[in-house]
């Protein structure tokens, strides 16, 4: 059984600076973390996320986006906002997709009840799935001081 650190470590992204180099590279960097991401859940959950193909994807829809924003045509213009509206949409299934993979992994292997909340994935997509990531350790405390154990739980 691996350990409830090992995703936290793989990704080691803090949620305030995932934030950060998002604002400031234009959400490459989110995307760039998302194949990371894609990636290290997979490998660690045993559970396919998306092909490489989504992640194009997601890119070819920001980056046409960015591309058509500054145009001034109207009809362009037009085109970028759906072109932005579809690569959120892109985004949010995949915070899904991983949600669901995170919460199969913790209970089936740290049999913890992960609980994640489907507005803030809405809302917060990859950030709030960073966040996830990275509280799995204190979220397993909590489950053991729940459950009455002092120790980390014994594999049977």
Known sequence: ???INELKDKLDTKTLNFALLGLVTGSIYNILWMNK?????????????VDNTYIIWVSVCLGMSYLLSGTGDEIVSILSGILTIASMVLHVVWAFKARAALTSYALNEHRIDLKMNAFYTIIFHVFYINYCINDL?????K?????????????R
Do not use: D, F, H, W
């Open 143 to 155: 489950q053991r001081i729940l459950s009455g154990q002092t120790s980390p739980a014994v594999e």
């Open 137 to 141: 350790p204190e979220a397993e405390r």
């Open 1 to 3: 059984m691996s350990t």
């Open 37 to 49: 991401a894609t990636q290290i859940i997979a490998e660690s959950t045993k559970t396919k996320l």
